[in-house]
Nanobody, 123 residues
């Protein structure tokens, strides 16, 4: 059974930094894309960033320059380093993975999902 487990979400002050982690089990994602989405209260889930097996990275425009996605291919993990956090970054952050290479930024482009980790940015 494939599982994606996120960790690292917490309460942080605006302007601060946070690193989210996601570790997959049940199969290897070495040759697949892994990424992050987020969902704020009352909003749809939105794409944050993704990384494919060839180390290409993709970012939502609003996160580019503040967020960095990285992979530990051997460890089947993906990370999201977030800096200069804003109040509007408050959301549940979800880890996602595909059965193949990067397909896009839609939820339907991803086959596996974690349960989410809460990030709250306070003023």
């Amino acid at each position: 059974q494939v599982q994606l487990v996120e960790s690292g979400g917490e309460l942080v002050q605006a302007g601060g930094s946070l690193r989210l982690s996601c570790t997959a089990s049940g199969r290897t994602f070495r040759w697949s894309a892994m990424g992050w989405f987020r969902q704020a209260p009352g909003n749809n889930r939105e794409f944050v960033a993704a990384s494919n097996s060839f180390r290409s990275t993709y970012y939502a425009d609003s996160m580019k320059g503040r967020f960095t996605i990285s992979r530990d291919y051997a460890g089947n993990s993906v990370y999201l380093q977030m800096s200069s956090l804003k109040l509007e970054d408050t959301a549940v952050y979800y880890c996602a993975a595909t059965n193949g290479q990067y397909r896009g930024r839609l939820e339907s482009d991803y086959d596996y999902w974690g349960q989410g980790t809460q990030v709250t940015v306070s003023s």
